[in-house]
């Protein structure tokens, strides 16, 4: 079974660019998470989806933005970006039934530099 | 506010000693509590779960326990082997039906021959 499978692995961008960031779940998982996690600090929530739907949002600025597919892959965008945007943009996928006690899958995150 | 501590930061122990971590929170209403490991550059793979009425799964070498009442979750290692050597994730979920999770800092394990 193919886990989660994020692209580009490492991305470099320069301040006001925009980004996107890409994911597809592992096979019969609807609910896709998108986590930043900043150089020493911990995860920080961004966004989840299911279904299509944005489900629940993290404390971050509209410019973080992103959608679900209807094969349930998902895009992340960021956009203006900023130097503390630099990042491990990591994102998750779980079974929706029971969601939440499911475990949720990571991939390996896409490494976003900010120049 | 819900906040998720790890303690220690970090920890350097000999190959073949067993660890414990600790996790303190304060999430409410609390639904779940995970352990999750990351290596270096990857992403984070789960452990285990543990629900209110669980106060203890084991995942091969790794024991969790959660004692809800004091809101406090340890990670028992065993035996420790070299590829242990990762930062040990809490996290812990509510029951807002939003699917809120709450991350620790993590510690980081460094096991050395």
């Known amino acids: 079974e193919a886990g989660v499978t994020q692209s580009p692995t490492h991305l470099i961008k320069t301040r006001g660019q925009q980004a996107t960031l890409r994911c597809s779940p592992i096979s019969g998982h609807t609910s896709v998470y998108w986590y930043q996690q900043a150089l020493g600090l911990g995860l920080q929530f961004l966004l989840w989806?299911?279904?299509?739907?944005?489900?629940n949002r993290g404390n971050f600025p509209p410019r973080f933005s992103g959608r679900q597919f209807p094969n349930y892959s998902s895009e992340l965008n960021v956009n203006a970006l900023e130097l503390e945007d630099s990042a491990l943009y990591l994102c998750?996928?779980?079974?929706?039934?029971?969601?939440?006690?499911?475990?949720?899958?990571f991939g390996d995150g896409t490494r976003l530099s900010i120049l | 506010k819900n906040q998720v501590e790890q303690s220690p930061q970090s920890l350097i122990i000999l190959e073949g000693k067993n660890c414990t971590l600790q996790c303190n929170y304060t999430v409410s209403p609390f639904s779940n509590l995970r352990w999750y490991k990351q290596d270096t550059g990857r992403g984070p793979v789960s452990l285990t779960i543990m629900t209110f009425s669980e106060n203890t799964k084991s995942n091969g070498r790794y024991t969790a326990t959660l004692d809800a009442d004091t809101k406090q979750s340890s990670l028992h290692i065993t035996a420790s082997q070299l590829s242990d050597s990762a930062s040990y994730i809490c996290v812990v979920g509510d029951q807002t039906g939003a699917n809120n999770l709450f991350f620790g800092t993590g510690t980081r394990l460094t096991v050395i021959p």
């Open positions: 998750a996928s779980s079974l929706r039934t029971g969601h939440s006690n499911q475990p949720q899958h």
């Open positions: 989806y299911d279904e299509g739907e944005e489900r």
